[in-house]
């Protein structure tokens, strides 16, 4: 049974409502219908159904509306914050039910140009104006609709002081002017002003918007997802260049001699763009058969305007290059049902008329030294090793049908080897 105007619902309840009723605070769509949220009284005016809970309204952000928030978290895609005021709503500082205080920002929704990490253009408890985007089922919100929106407030990570705008270098928009630190944050118009917005406020511009990072930047970005202040070096930042204290070292795994600066780079690799066949450098080695791409690549992959030709391209690169890597890969056989009385030379002998051979090995009991019946043989050839199984299988050798195929170690299975009873 659905509840109507005048009914006290709890959440979950049913509640009836026409198409000319629209669904307001404490009330949600569902495909079941509409159903509420919160416990409370249900009241209708000008056409709007919502939930009234005694003696105050629910404080619920809503999609579209404008929030000041606190970075509570920091993740490799998205910046977490907890929302503290509903700007432009009464009393929307009180609190806020605790399903609906936090909102996601992905990296995507910072501002027009390409962030690889969310702590590239944000920090813990920097304070920030976003717009919320989606309700249900978690809340997203977004700081590049308008120059409003984006960080109002910061501090320094290493000393804790007010950070000052700067335009004194491209890409580092805020300095400190206690230490050594600079940074960029997507900033707002209000940056440093308050949370009122000034008329023709210029802060916004130097988020560089839809310009590519300046070299000297572009070696402090996240681009592997990660970020130091994410690692448990975030205890111990003394600026942009630190040396790691050894307790910190020990935990990464790290020894002691090799400490290292936090400006240093990692290791690059030389590669070729799998899409557009450009020199490339990646801070990883390159597993053959997977996507490597260019920052202009990847740039189009994220936005959606690569082109169905240039992925179909890009697909049988990466075909070919898989099939190269199995080949010379080689494979490994697994031969069951072997006469007690063959040796390996009598199996190199046989399988190495299909091609060349990395090894031949006959399993044998460890106290008497025997043979168990069955061998292993690498060949430095799939296509050999193939070949192999398909003319050797259940063909008789040393008065016995041996039965040849490929081991489960071979492919990278669990390696559990198949046991064969002798007959």
């Given amino acids: 049974m659905s509840a109507s105007a005048g009914d006290f619902v709890t959440p979950g309840t049913r509640v009836l409502a026409d198409e000319n009723t629209s669904l307001g605070e404490g009330i949600i769509h569902t495909d079941s219908g509409p159903l509420a949220l919160l416990s409370g009284k249900l009241i209708v005016e000008d056409g709007v159904i919502s939930v009234e809970i005694p003696g105050s309204t629910a404080n619920l952000p809503k999609v579209g509306d404008v929030v000041i928030g606190q970075v509570n978290r920091l993740n490799a895609k998205t910046a977490e914050i907890r929302i503290l005021h509903i700007e432009g709503k009464e009393g929307g500082g009180r609190d806020i039910p605790a399903l609906k205080l936090f909102a996601d920002i992905y990296v995507t929704e910072f501002v027009d140009r390409y962030i690889p990490s969310a702590g590239d253009a944000m920090r813990s408890r920097d304070i920030v104006r976003a717009k919320i985007t989606q309700f249900e089922p978690m809340l997203k919100a977004s700081t590049k609709e308008d120059p409003s929106f984006g960080v109002i407030h910061a501090i320094c990570p290493p000393c804790g002081a007010i950070l000052q705008k700067s335009d004194a270098e491209p890409d580092f928009n805020v300095t400190c002017k206690r230490c050594d630190y600079k940074g960029y944050r997507v900033l ?236």
């Fill in 188 to 423: 707002s118009s209000s940056f440093g002003i308050g949370y009122s917005i000034p008329e023709n406020s210029d802060i916004d511009v130097l988020n560089r918007p839809g310009e590519r990072w300046s070299e000297q930047a572009e070696k402090n970005l996240g681009h592997d997802g990660a970020r130091p202040y994410l690692s448990p070096l975030a205890d111990f930042r003394r600026g942009v260049n630190h040396q790691i204290p050894s307790s910190v070292a020990r935990q990464l795994g790290r020894n002691k001699s090799n400490d290292r600066s936090r400006g240093q780079r990692r290791e690059m690799h030389k590669t070729t763009c799998t899409m557009c066949s450009t020199s490339t450098e990646v801070p990883f080695k390159p597993t053959p058969g997977k996507p490597i791409r260019c920052r202009d690549c990847m740039n189009k992959v994220n936005d959606g305007t690569a082109t169905k030709e240039e992925l179909s391209a890009e697909r049988q690169v990466l075909k070919a290059a898989r099939s190269e890597m199995l080949e010379s890969s080689g494979v490994k056989l697994f031969v069951g049902s072997i006469s007690w009385d063959a040796n390996e030379d009598d199996l190199r002998k046989l399988f190495s008329t299909f091609g060349e051979l990395k090894d031949v090995h006959i399993a044998k009991d460890r106290e008497t030294g025997k043979s168990r019946g069955f061998a292993f043989i690498n060949f430095s050839s799939l296509k050999d090793g193939q070949k192999a199984v398909k003319e050797l299988d259940g063909t008789e050798f040393h008065g016995r049908k041996i039965s040849v195929q490929e081991s489960n170690e071979s492919r990278g299975g669990s390696g559990n080897r198949r046991r064969h009873s002798r007959k």
